[in-house]
């Protein structure tokens, strides 16, 4: 049996139309952890996260949720995973604690071993029990759709862009909350398109990027990489010659008299950069800074594969 809580093994999916949307993925989330999935729009993490649901079908690979395959067991597969979706769709004539009760109905769960009232406790509905879902607010609706997942009481559970629209208290319920699961030993795996979120959460994250893992690290590691800035230089004469120096992390012309450099903000400033460019002779005409962006992390990683 697979020692990681998902396995993804060359996992391809190309929709009805031709668009392909997830290249060859492997990936494994191991047990335990807060796991972030990470990518801009259209990267393919919904894609992902509906195969490992049931709700996609993968046009190849391998896949399997807490050793079971997704092909083989899907049943089982299915049954570790709880899964809070993207959109919030919900019967608007059920009360939040009906909802509970007939999830847990769909998993064959017997009445008394429902945890339905300590689900709605632990995120802050029991107040709201017996309310129509329609008259909840889009906070509580989400929280819902959490306890919901958590019927089963699933080994994993999967969020998929779970602040996006969300404001910043609830924001912080959630984590704590996600954080609370996972200190009692589920592991989570969650989407955003976020950074910070998941550098705030994630032992680990991978980031998905036209269909393929471009990075799979300890969150550590992975913002390490976001500390690089970058200058953009524009010096008074044609550049034959790129200038060197130990405090640039990169550089590229972009043209004649045009250079971009990267260096790590934790280790030395724009003065620096800036000295280090004239002492090669050239003469500063303008200068503009970038901030490093989730971009700058994905071109950092694939220059460094392509090197
Ligand atoms: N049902 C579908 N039919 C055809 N193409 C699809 C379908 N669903 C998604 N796609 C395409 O597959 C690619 C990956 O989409 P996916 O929704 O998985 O990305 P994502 O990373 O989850 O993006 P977002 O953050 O916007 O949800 C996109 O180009 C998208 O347009």
Not at 171 to 197: D, P
Not at 221 to 234: D, Y
Not at 264 to 286: M, P, S, Y
Not at 287 to 305: C, H, I, K, N, Y
Request: glycine content about 8%; hydrophobic content about 40%; aromatic content about 4%.
């Amino acid at each position: 049996m697979s020692d990681a809580a998902i396995r993804i093994e060359n996992l391809c999916k190309t929709y009805a139309g031709g668009k392909r949307a997830l290249n060859d993925v492997s990936l494994d989330i191991p047990r335990g952890q807060i796991f972030g999935l990470l990518g801009p729009n259209g990267a393919g993490k919904s894609t992902m996260i509906n195969i490992l649901a049931g709700l996609v079908m993968k046009t190849s690979g391998a896949v399997s949720i807490w050793g079971f395959d997704i092909d083989e067991r899907p049943r089982n597969a299915k049954r570790a995973i709880g899964i809070v979706p993207q959109e919030i769709l919900f019967d608007p004539f059920f009360t939040p604690r009906e909802a509970l009760e007939i999830q847990a109905g769909l998993y064959g769960i017997p009445p008394s071993e429902r945890r339905s009232d300590a689900l709605l406790a632990a995120m802050h509905l029991t107040d709201k029990a017996h309310a129509y879902s329609r008259t909840l607010s889009g906070g509580m609706k989400r929280r819902l759709l959490v306890a919901k997942a958590m019927v089963h009481s699933p080994p994993i559970l999967v969020l998929d862009e779970p602040t996006a629209g969300v404001d910043i208290e609830l924001r912080k319920q959630l984590w704590s909350y996600v954080k609370q699961l996972n200190a009692q030993g589920v592991t989570v795996v969650l989407t955003t398109h976020y950074l910070e979120e998941a550098e705030e959460l994630c032992d680990r994250i991978a980031i998905i990027n036209h269909g393929e893992v471009v990075a799979n690290e300890p969150t550590r590691t992975l913002i390490a990489r976001a500390q690089e800035k970058a200058v953009v230089v524009t010096v008074d004469r044609d550049i034959d010659k790129v200038p060197e120096a130990t405090c640039f992390d990169r550089i590229a012309q972009l043209d004649e008299r045009t250079i971009e450099i990267g260096y790590r903000k934790d280790k030395v400033n724009a003065g620096e950069v800036l000295a280090a460019v004239q002492r090669d002779g050239l003469g500063i005409v303008d200068v503009r800074t970038r901030d490093p962006d989730l971009e700058d992390v994905f071109l950092s990683l694939t220059s460094e594969a392509a090197a």
